[in-house]
């Protein structure tokens, strides 16, 4: 089974602080993705990763930055963190040409 | 722009109905489309998927249909129990983007006993 695993299901964060969210996949699939889930909205697009050391932008990257050095990991970071930054994110992975996703559990993020 | 939308954002039906989840989409060139099923504090679980060669799949109590004329893809969950009760989102392939997905606003279904 794929598995996808997120740092944290839980974070308390303060506005202006630097905040790192960790996915790791054991598939050593190729492709991960980071999205935020807000009510009304669905999922929308931040980042993705086709590669180590490759990414591109998504549909909202402003106020992100990512990182992938390794193969299974790709993290996502909120480099000054905003009220408005407060959301669900979800990571996935899916392998080569392969369209279907896999995600993780999710991470509830809440920047007072 | 691409976008991919459901009917209605939530659907209340009796246990043992069949239920039928709608979503719409609006690039007439996609040519892959899945359904993903969120339960309460988890994250989105692939149910099944259908490619633009194909006007129905089915899975266990699943069934996809696609038209592509209409540009309309349905779910249909036979027996429905109270474990289906999540949001469900349709996607179809983002052009341009390697096998990223658009994803459609979800559906909440909810199934009473």
């Known amino acids: 089974d794929v598995k996808v695993t997120q740092s944290s299901r839980y974070l308390v964060k303060r506005t202006g602080e630097k905040v790192f969210l960790e996915c790791v996949q054991d598939m050593d699939h190729e492709n991960m993705f980071w999205y935020r889930q807000d009510p009304g909205l669905g999922l929308r697009l931040i980042y993705f990763s086709y590669d180590v050391k490759m990414k591109e932008k998504g549909d ?12 299974e990991r790709f993290s996502l970071i909120l480099e000054s963190a905003s009220t408005n930054q407060t959301s669900m994110y979800l990571c996935a992975s899916s392998a080569g040409d392969s369209k279907t996703q896999y995600f993780g559990p999710g991470t509830r993020l809440l920047v007072l | 722009g691409e976008s991919v939308g459901l009917h209605l954002p939530t659907l209340s039906v009796q246990e043992g109905d069949n239920s039928i989840i709608n979503c719409a989409y609006s690039n007439s060139a996609s ?11 988890k994250g989105p679980q692939f149910i099944i998927d259908i490619r633009s060669n194909m006007d129905k ?3 266990q109590r699943v069934t996809v249909l696609l038209n592509k004329t209409v540009k309309h893809l349905s779910l249909q969950i036979a027996a429905t129990q109270p474990g289906d009760s999540a949001v469900y989102f349709c996607a179809e392939n983002r052009w341009g983007a390697g096998t990223a997905l658009i994803f459609g606003k979800g559906t909440t279904l909810s199934v009473s006993s």
């Open chain 2, 31 to 41: 040519d892959y489309f899945i359904w993903y099923k969120q339960e309460s504090g």
């Open chain 2, 57 to 59: 799949r089915q899975g």
């Open chain 1, 60 to 71: 909202i990257p402003e106020g992100y930055s990512v990182s992938r050095e390794k193969k």
